[in-house]
């Protein structure tokens, strides 16, 4: 059992480690090539299967793999301060939504707030919330985010 434990995180360990040069390349250069192999479905489908790996395993996987939550974290932060652009919303919120698998697993604290509300933003900026009319001066967005950061009335919303 000990073998297989090695050889798990060996495998985790060496995957993750392509997703995060990837991700450090893109980030470094800027280069369309490299920003587009980051904001990718074969990037997004790797980076979701490591965490389902993670948390599938939550305290119960062999301690050494639960030591691959952190970079996996920080690998998806990068991914997700690459895609900027409106457009890639969804893929901002897939990647939000595997770190909180990954959150929830190992029962550690992400925060995911700040990706998230940028998010809301950027749309709302771009009068893409749904609606024809353009986004006003952000004074709902910023109940919202008073309200998200302070724990107070859950049941505030977005206009």
Known sequence: ADADADAAYRTAFLYVRQLALKVRSALAT????????????KFLHAARFWAACLA????AAPARLGDLAFPLCQVLFGAVDLARAPRHAPFRLHCVKALHGVAAATEVYV????????????CARRGKGGSDEAADDGADYEAFAHHVDCGE???ARLR
């Open 56 to 59: 599938r395993g939550g305290n």
């Open 30 to 41: 800027r280069k369309d090539e490299d920003v587009a192999a980051v904001l990718s479905w």
């Open 153 to 155: 009335r859950r049941g």
């Open 111 to 122: 925060p995911t707030t700040r990706p998230l509300l940028a998010t809301l933003d950027e």
